[in-house]
């Protein structure tokens, strides 16, 4: 994903700071992590989203749980016919009560037991609202690429993320040619978004 910036870099002499992941080994993905990393100073965040069965719009930097949760340990019979887990084969109540990724936090004492909300997966309306919260406080808000994951999937259900994902940008007043990118690696995908979606949400 760092070449998707490096024509922004050629643009200036100015250094523009990217947050994929965030400090304190926390995901980039959860309200803690984008929040670590607006207060450090970050002008880009990569925001990476997938959708439950009820067609929530989560954050996840796969688009499997299996990394990133420990789903095995709580629905054992719940893997797709590849043996995987996949955020479209649950609800988001029940992602919700998913322990989190496998990585250990760097000191498990800092923390209280038995808090899973710490690092709960959080929706993309949070993420936003979280956002705005702090660009209220700060002065400053950073760019955002949405990268997709998988949106193909979806689609072969009848679940459209990036209809409700792009929804909830514009939403939150994310819409302007300078708040960010959309990303995915479905080529055809990101035309649809290009001449479709974003033409229909103004």
């Not at 700071?17 to 309200?31: D, F, R």
């Not at 990585?103 to 956002?131: C, G, T, V, Y």
């Not at 950073?142 to 940008?169: C, F, T």
């Amino acid at each position: 994903q760092h070449h998707l910036f490096r024509f922004r870099l050629f643009e200036s002499e100015n250094k523009v700071v990217i947050a994929e992941k965030s400090s304190y080994n926390l995901s980039g993905n959860s309200l803690p992590g984008i929040a670590a990393a607006i207060a450090e100073g970050a002008e880009v965040l990569r925001l990476v989203a997938v959708m439950t069965a009820d067609q929530k719009v989560i954050l996840l930097d796969d688009a499997r749980l299996n990394e990133e949760t420990g789903v095995q340990e709580l629905f054992p019979d719940r893997a797709a016919a590849d043996g995987l887990y996949y955020p479209i084969d649950f609800s988001y109540q029940e992602i919700q009560q998913l322990p989190p990724g496998n990585e250990p936090l760097p000191d498990q004492s800092d923390f209280p037991e038995n808090s899973p909300a710490f690092l709960q997966i959080p929706l993309l309306s949070e993420a936003l609202e979280l956002i705005n919260s702090m660009t209220a406080g700060t002065g400053r808000r950073p760019e955002i690429v949405l990268e997709l994951k998988q949106n193909w999937r979806y689609l072969h259900q009848g679940m459209d993320i990036s209809h409700r994902a792009l929804s909830l940008m514009a939403q939150h007043g994310f819409n302007g040619e300078n708040d960010g990118f959309v990303a995915t690696y479905d080529p055809e995908e990101l035309k649809r978004i290009h001449d479709e979606i974003m033409p229909a949400l103004g």
